[in-house]
């Protein structure tokens, strides 16, 4: 997924493209880039919209309803500690002059990435994307590790392990994973080694 709808438009990932591939899947259970503190409030209280605009607009908008029409079961599978995210900003030690550098120099590597939308069926979700991803946070790991290694991967570490708890949870079901396109190849590198899976990637 990009969270953006103005992407979501441009790029033609539209929320009607992401509903026909969940319905073409045919999952029993979805899971998603959602805080579980975030999906316990949700079902508290279905106004409740989280923390800093968290879960993604396309939760609320599409997968929530979907996954009560259609009676998939979710799980929430995203990892953020709220009270120190921010002091972990990989740019947050920088001068200001500098973090404007790096932030110019970011918004390159995400504009690389976005040039490679349609490289495979399903936009955004390839061979191509995910490396100049990788190649975009290896250079972050080289401007903090100590935020890369807190934000992207012990948050990868801690989504996995969400996802591999599921799969145990629904031996034989069909799982489908909906997350934001940065972090495909880190879930698919980190199920490959899963036994007894078949792990489809892309789903086209």
Request: charged share 25%; hydrophobic share 35%.
């Amino acid at each position: 997924m990009t969270h953006d709808e103005g992407l979501r438009q441009k790029y033609n990932l539209t929320l009607d493209v992401i509903k026909e591939l969940i319905l073409e899947f045919e999952p029993d259970v979805i899971c998603g880039e959602v805080l579980p503190s975030s999906w316990k409030q949700y079902q508290q209280d279905r106004s409740h919209r989280g923390y800093w605009g968290e879960p993604a607009s396309e939760y609320w908008d599409l997968i929530f309803p979907l996954c009560e029409e259609k009676k998939y079961e979710f799980v929430p599978i995203d990892w953020v500690e709220l009270d120190v995210w921010n002091d972990f900003d990989p740019f947050h030690s920088y001068g200001e002059l500098q973090k404007q550098q790096l932030n110019a120099e970011l918004d390159e590597w995400f504009e690389r990435q976005l040039s490679t939308w349609a490289s495979g069926p399903i936009p955004l979700n390839s061979a191509a994307y995910d490396r100049v991803t990788k190649e975009k946070y290896e250079w972050l790991e080289r401007i903090n590790p100590q935020a890369h290694l807190l934000r992207w991967v012990c948050r990868h570490l801690i989504m996995n392990q969400r996802i591999k708890n599921a799969i145990g949870q629904h031996a034989g079901k069909r799982l489908l994973c909906i997350v934001g396109a940065d972090h495909n190849h880190a879930l698919y590198e980190g199920l490959a080694p899963v036994k007894d899976i078949q792990l489809v990637y892309p789903l086209r």
